[in-house]
T-cell receptor, first 113, second 115 residues
Framework: GESVGLHLPTLSVQEGDNSIINCAYS??????FIWYKQESGKGPQFIID?????DKRQGQRVTVLLNKTVKHLSLQIAATQPGDSAVYFC????????????FGKGTTLSVSS | GAVVSQHPSRVICKSGTSVKIECRSL??????MFWYRQFPKQSLMLMAT?????????EQGVEKDKFLINHASLTLSTLTVTSAHPEDSSFYIC???????????FGQGTRLTVV
């Protein structure tokens, strides 16, 4: 299963499926975007980032897509594994020293075997 | 990658008491640290920006006298929740940027429970 387009608070997929998690960001001046994974009771863990001069960036099993026209960010996870189960947040920043990350709403990803 | 250590990871305190949470950058110097608060099933909300050697900048709606922030060195920022009440129970998370980099490193969070 996968979700495209709108932000969903929860996403349930089967192990091995591809997952797509969406995020709409708010500030048109933002030019640095990051996806974080947060497991229960822990701090956010960096997954992948992208700067506004790019529209796609790939990592290991993950891809981030950026659409500045509609202020939309997505995270694609290939071959989702049970260990990917967590809450995923996007964050934005105006790429200026001393400025904080602003977090979007999270999506809880549940992966069943 | 750079490591940010937050202490304690869990704390339970009585109403009316104060609690101090420490955020340390272990292998880099952090000119700026940030404090976030996270309620259950919600996102991280920025509380304040902590600048080394100067006063913290608080977000709208965050009481500076309630949440005291001290950033006395390039590796340590502290958040003190004063006169804690049950509604202050939350997950508090700090992050630190190395020098003037925009890359943030997060602590493991502090679960505060006020009884």
């Amino acid at each position: 299963g996968e979700s495209v387009g709108l932000h969903l608070p929860t996403l349930s997929v089967q192990e091995g499926d591809n997952s797509i998690i969406n995020c709409a960001y708010s500030n048109s001046a933002s030019d640095y975007f990051i996806w974080y994974k947060q497991e229960s009771g822990k701090g956010p863990q960096f997954i992948i980032d992208i700067r506004s001069n790019m529209d796609k960036r790939q990592g290991q099993r993950v891809t981030v897509l950026l659409n500045k026209t509609v202020k939309h960010l997505s995270l694609q996870i290939a071959a989702t594994q049970p260990g990917d189960s967590a809450v995923y947040f996007c964050a934005e920043n105006i790429n200026q020293a001393g400025t904080a990350l602003i977090f979007g709403k999270g999506t809880t990803l549940s992966v069943s075997s | 990658g750079a490591v940010v250590s937050q202490h304690p990871s869990r704390v339970i305190c009585k109403s009316g008491t104060s609690v101090k949470i420490e955020c340390r950058s272990l292998d880099f110097q952090a000119t700026t640290m940030f404090w976030y608060r996270q309620f259950p099933k919600q996102s991280l909300m920025l509380m304040a920006t902590s600048n080394e050697g100067s006063k913290a900048t608080y977000e709208q709606g965050v009481e500076k006298d309630k949440f005291l922030i001290n950033h006395a060195s390039l590796t340590l920022s502290t958040l003190t929740v004063t006169s804690a009440h049950p509604e202050d129970s939350s997950f508090y998370i700090c992050s630190a940027n190395e020098g003037w980099s925009t890359e943030a490193f997060f602590g493991q969070g502090t679960r505060l429970t006020v009884v």
